[in-house]
């Protein structure tokens, strides 16, 4: 078994989007507390489109869960037309950290976006996936329907755990 600890990715307007399309909304610290106690996650990145002076209490309270926040870069002339588009910071990121660390153990990827599916794939195959945790089953992409509940889970499942009250 391996004792390193696992990190997080976390696509956060798909995760925003998720939980509240399905009719409830995130405690922020009692979900990072979650990936700690469930997954090890010692690093958990919560990845956002783009700074918006209207958020700043989010990404403060994001931060004081433990979270670390990384924003995506945009041209300000697009910052207003623009959604969040972080997909491909996090495989960016997920990939580089499989080449430049070696110092955790497994990935968490939080998204039920099928644009991850060769990511969740190629982490599989060379075993550095924990889990993929949807935030909605509804609009989990059908790419991943053949994933079992070896690779996957639904927030939907520990919404008493993670929800706000």
């Known amino acids: 078994m391996d004792t390193k600890p696992n990190l997080a990715f976390i696509d956060g307007q798909n995760l925003h989007l998720g939980t509240t399309q399905d009719g409830w909304k995130i405690n922020y610290k009692r979900f990072r507390r979650y990936l700690l106690d469930k ?25 004081k869960a433990g979270f670390i926040v990384c924003f995506r870069e945009h041209s300000s002339a697009l910052k207003a037309t623009k959604k969040g588009n972080v997909d491909t910071d996090i495989v960016f990121e997920v990939m580089r950290t499989l080449i430049e ?65």
């Open 101 to 165: 660390r070696d110092d955790f153990g497994k990935i968490i990827l939080v998204s039920g976006d099928g644009d991850y599916k060769k990511l969740v794939d190629y982490l599989i195959k060379k075993g550095r996936l924990e889990k993929i945790l949807f935030p909605n089953r509804q609009y989990a992409s059908s790419l991943y329907r053949n994933l079992t509940t070896e690779y996957c889970d639904y927030l939907e499942n520990i919404k008493e755990k993670v929800q706000h009250t």
């Open 39 to 63: 997954y090890k996650v010692e690093e958990a990145n919560y990845f956002l489109g783009f700074t918006n002076e209207d958020e700043q209490d989010l990404y403060s309270n994001l931060q």
